[in-house]
Each structure stands twice: as C-alpha cells, then as structure tokens.
C-alpha cells in the first residue's frame, strides 16, 4: 500500500465536527477522566487502548447506563480468552433499548418497510406496551432467566418485540430468516435446545410469496425441548393446532418488567457462517452488547433521537442485531422485508427517501450493483436527509467510493466499516469527524487496539498483515454453545498468536491512521512469498460488464508450485473468447500486478455463498485439493449445493 498522502474524498465540515457525539465525548471525558483535549480522534483513540478501564467507565456513565447493582471494578480480568467486564453488575439490555418511550411515548421507535415501501410507524409506547405484554406471557410459559428463545421471522416489528421480551425476561434470543431451509435453521437451533419458537407463515420477497408452514411444522417436530410455539400470520394464515397466537400474546396493556441480570449474562446466541461442520453458535452478554453498541451507535455512527437508522439486513445477520441496537440511543430504526431490488435495483434508496433516513447502511455489492445498473439515486430521490451511507459484508472497491461521491452527493459521509458476527460490532470503520479516503476505513475503533501482524507476532504499518486485537472488547463472546472446556472458542481466535483476538483478515493499517481490508487470511494468495487479497482482484474483474461474478483461488501443489485459478460467473449473453480472456487478465495485470494474474480463468454455472451472502472460497480450496464434498462443507450452510459438484468434477478431473 503506498504511504503517499493523497487528497481526502471527503472532510466534515467544521460544524460537523464540532457538534458531533465523538467530540462532546471528548470534551467531557479530558474535564472528568483525563482524557486528551487536543489532538482530536487519533489522540482520543491512543487514550481509549491506553487507559482501556477509564474509557468504559467514561462510555457507561456518558450514556447514562443504569447499573441496578454497581460493579465493583470495570475488569476483573483481562486475560484473553475470559476477560471479566464489570464483576459484580446488574443491568438489563430491553430496558436500555425502551428507556425513549417515557420521554417521547407518540414518536415512532420502528418504522416498517415492506415490497410497497410505505412505512408503518410502531410507537414507542406501544412497543413497549407489547414487550410488557409478551414477556408477561413468556414468565406464564415458564420462560426463566437463561432459557432460549428462538425465532424464525422476517424484518418485521414482531421479531424485534420478541427480542426485546425476552431479554426483559433474562431469556437468551436467537433466530434464523425464513429464507433458511428446515436443515440449516436445526443446526443452529438444535444447539442451544429453545423452550419457545416463534415463527411465521410465510413471507413476501420479490413479488411473490413463500409459504413456509411445513418448514415451522418440522421444526415444531424436530426441537423437542419447545414448550410453546407462536405463530405469527404475516400471510393471515389461521394458528396451526396447539400453537399460540400472536396477538393474544401481546394483547394486554401492560408495562414491561425487567429482569437484572449480570453484566455476562447470555443475551442472545448468534452464529458463525459455518461453512466447515455445524455452524459455531456465538453467546454475547447483556451488558458486553449494551456498552459495545452504545459507542458504536452513538459516538462512531453518530446517532440519536433525531435520527432515523436504515440497514438492510435480515434476521439471520448479525447486522439486524445490531440494527435493533439503535434503540439504545433513542433513534427510529427502520426495518425493511423484501429483496434488495424490487421491483428494482434503486429500491433501498426509495426506502432511504421515504423513511428519511440519515444513516443508510448496505452491502458493498449492493452499491456496486447500483453502479453497473446505472442508477442515479441523488437524480431520482429526495435524500437531502441523509448524512451517511455505511458498507459492510466486503470491502467498499474505490469505485464504491467514487459512485457514492458523485451519485449520491459530494458532501456525504461514506462509512465503510469491518467487524464481525464473533463481536456483533466493527473494529474499524466510521468515525464523524476523520476525513475518508478513497477506498480507506476511516480509523480502528475506540476501545480497539487494532494491530495488523506478520507471521511472528510482529506489528507492521502500511504492509499487509493479519488483523490483531490486542485487548478485550465487551462484546466478545463470553463463551460458545457446548463447549464446554473454551476449547472451540480458543481454536478459534488465540491459536495463533496466544493471547491476542487473530480475526482471520488481511488488513493493511497505514500511516495516516487509516485501515485497508484486503479479504480473509485463512483463503488468502500467496503467491511467492507475497500475500494477496481475493477482494483486489474480485474489485477489478467485476467491473468488466461481462462478468457477474468471480472467484479466485490460490492452492498449494504438491510439487511447490502453486495454483492459482479464477472462476467467473458470466453476465447472460457474455462468451469466455480469447478476447475476453485476454481483458481479463490485462485488467488484473494494469490495475494490480503481473503477480496477480491467474494461472487459469475458468467459466462456472455460479459462485456458491454461505447463506449470508459471502462467498465460500475456503471450501471450494479444500474441494479442489481432494476432500470430500461432506467434509469439505457443511452443505446446510451453502445457498446452492449444486454449484459445488462442478469444482468437485474438477477436482476429479485435474487428479
């Protein structure tokens, strides 16, 4: 990565700046903490990693977290695996995530979206009044403090109801969308063993919908520790026998009650992508996701109660978690169900137009399918509203940037953000008052002490190296569902480099403070000694029209040579001639490297996806290296099975 200074595609204003969260944290953390009062974010950053235990004392007590029992100090251990955050308190999330609905009981907390794109306000008083009511139920079902609850429902109000319910009971939350098949939803949910499922008829995506009553009837079969299911009728189909309804749960006019619980306990379970073997399923606490959203909401996306929060997620995302998480400071959060793009591609900018919303968050490949759509969103919608448009799920290409910048409006604040489902929130990413840079993350997290490292545990600035957290962060699972002895959860991140979080992605941390994604580590090329990302080369081969999509793969051979292929997905009517081959590898060649260059371009029938949407490229190496199809991938946890047969006779072929 060069170390040059290019000029920032955007600055905040001074007005920005001045009035933004970050900053009056600053201010009132230097008067009360003896944090910096000069130096701005970089020196606010170093003071968060430096002095880790007065930060989040500073974070609790700027945002008014209300402790029922006080800690006795904020971390009782430090050591990684099994930090010990805030020993002795008592809280509860749901009443942090409902505290708006004393203040401002008529204003929208929700505002539902669906294919008509006409939102649908729910009230604060009235969620909270149907919280009160549900987790009055769920206690009459016998639900405890520690019992699973589990969902499988769309982006709709219910879903964030009964999450908010059931950790007002101490329940521990987890969920699955119902564009998950019956194999995929058990592997997850059959981990934690549920006492409650709720579930829903069916659901509407791309103009059409999608009656999933047998898919509820096999799960109803096959989690024998439910004690009640509740049916909920987004379709209007009539409750099967021996379910509960909806709306006679949440019927009653009652004022939610909170359990408090400690700061460690469960609050919901979520799960990796699990592309190898049953998916790991993920415990986050109470109190680690209440402190840890609370700065990522409110100081680094800049979020309060005059704001309206849009991302476009669904329930079986760690995103929709998060999403829910605008609660805490106040905000209206915008809950979409339906497709990314019907019944076009512009459909999440009609959204963000008529929600008015002022932060948008997306997937990378949304905004690049915008670009090659030729869509024009500031030409075609109002969306003088919105201040910030946020990235996740791969890294932003420059050319992501760059359409943002000209397409939307040259003021915008362009967050592109990296974390993950192990910590339910970003290491790096936004930052209100840092410049952007092209193709850049603003700067790593407060609280983050973000590192990239080389092969001996060394850290390294403006070279590629693996993403490194030297210190606990709140939200970092407490544990994982059976494991017993912390083994899997070890394996996981502390098996490189004992005693520091190894994410398992290339990053690059520059000189100006900034943060690169390359892609992750554990399918990375290396080519020569020379690591590269998959994301350069998936950047510069998808902007030909041909190609839809694309994936490349670098293999060990046998003799010490190395093979590294590109598949690619052709755009309908497209042929992979000589010219065409030809462009490709000109295209990689120009804009990174003759490194980069395959050793092989290889048209496929698709690229196959975990079901959140990412591609697989670690199982389809393992494939083409020998390994059975069965134990090279868990196949619940793939969006189509059957793309996998052709890298599978590949393989057979090449051997």
């Avoid at 933004?20 to 230097?30: I, K, L, P, S």
């Avoid at 497209?574 to 295209?587: E, G, H, M, P, S």
């Avoid at 390994?627 to 189509?640: C, E, F, Q, R, Y």
Wanted: proline fraction near 8%; include cysteine; charged fraction near 20%.
């Amino acid at each position: 990565m060069s170390t040059v200074n290019p000029e920032p595609l955007w600055r905040p204003d001074p007005q920005r700046t001045a009035e933004a969260q970050v900053t009056r944290f600053q201010t009132w953390a230097a008067e009360h903490h003896g944090a910096p009062s000069d130096g701005g974010y970089p020196a606010l950053h170093r003071w968060s990693v430096d002095e880790l235990e007065t930060f989040w004392k500073a974070v609790t007590e700027w945002f008014d977290v209300r402790f029922s029992t006080p800690f006795t100090r904020v971390l009782g251990d430090r050591a990684m695996p099994g930090a010990e955050w805030f020993p002795g308190a008592t809280l509860n999330y749901a009443e942090h995530a409902l505290r708006a609905a004393a203040g401002r009981p008529d204003e929208p907390a929700l505002l539902h979206v669906d294919e008509t794109h006409e939102p649908r306000p729910v009230t604060w008083s009235e969620l909270s009044r149907q919280v009160g009511s549900l987790a009055a139920e769920l206690r009459r079902l016998g639900v405890r403090p520690g019992d699973r609850v589990s969902a499988y429902l769309p982006n709709i109000p219910q879903a964030v109801v009964a999450l908010l319910a059931t950790a007002a009971v101490g329940g521990v939350w987890t969920s699955c969308a119902p564009d998950f098949g019956a194999r995929s939803v058990l592997d997850r949910f059959q981990q934690v063993e549920p006492v409650v499922l709720f579930t829903v008829d069916g659901y509407r995506y791309g103009g059409k919908e999608h009656d999933r009553r047998d898919v509820a009837a096999e799960l109803r079969r096959e989690l024998p520790t439910l004690r009640a299911v509740v049916h909920v009728p987004l379709l209007g189909t009539e409750t099967p026998e021996g379910a509960l309804d909806w709306s006679a749960l949440t019927a009653a006019d009652q004022e939610p009650t909170f359990e408090q619980v400690p700061f460690d306990h469960p609050l919901w379970v979520l799960y990796s992508s699990g592309t190898t073997g049953l998916p790991k399923a993920i415990v986050q606490s109470q109190g680690g996701i209440l402190v840890e959203h609370l700065k990522q909401l409110g100081l680094h996306c800049d979020l309060g109660p005059e704001d309206r929060f849009f991302w476009y997620t669904s329930t079986g995302w760690m995103m929709w978690n998060f999403l829910v998480s605008g609660l805490l400071t106040g905000t209206t959060v915008v809950l979409y169900d339906g497709s990314p793009g019907h019944p076009d591609t512009g459909a999440q900018w009609r959204i963000a137009e008529r929600t008015g919303a002022t932060l948008y968050g997306t997937s990378a490949a949304y905004v690049m399918a915008c670009r090659k759509a030729d869509v024009h969103p500031a030409r075609d919608f109002d969306l003088s509203k919105l201040r910030c448009v946020a990235t996740t799920g791969s890294p932003l290409p420059p050319d992501g940037f760059r359409w943002l910048h000209e397409e939307v409006r040259d003021d915008l604040w362009i967050a592109s953000v990296s974390g993950g489902t192990d910590v339910c929130s970003c290491f790096a990413g936004a930052v209100p008052t840092l410049p952007v840079y092209t193709g850049e993350l603003q700067a790593p997290c407060l609280g983050t002490d973000l590192q990239a490292w080389d092969p001996s545990g060394r850290p390294v600035v403006d070279e590629v190296g693996e993403l490194v957290v030297t210190n606990p962060m709140p939200s970092m699972p407490v544990y994982f569902w059976n494991d017993p002895d912390g083994s899997r959860y070890h394996d996981s991140y502390f098996g490189t480099y004992p005693g520091a979080w190894r994410h398992g992605d290339w990053i690059t941390l520059s000189s100006r403070g900034t943060v690169v994604i390359h892609g992750r580590s554990d399918s990375t090329l290396n080519r020569q000694g020379v690591r590269m990302g998959s994301a350069d080369i998936y950047e510069a081969v998808e902007r030909l029209p041909e190609i839809k999509e694309s994936l490349v793969i670098g293999i060990e051979q046998p003799d010490g040579g190395y093979w590294m292929p590109l598949f690619v997905h052709l755009a309908p009517g497209a042929v992979l001639d000589q010219a065409l081959l030809d462009r490709i590898k000109r295209t990689i060649r120009e804009e990174l490297s003759p490194r980069h260059v395959p050793d092989e371009v290889i048209e496929v029938p698709g690229v196959p996806h975990t079901l959140t949407g990412k591609r697989i490229e670690v199982p389809v190496k393992r494939l083409l290296q020998g390994t059975p199809l069965d134990k090279a991938v868990n196949p619940g946890s793939i969006d189509n099975l059957d793309l996998l047969h052709f890298y599978e006779n590949l393989a057979r072929k090449r051997a």
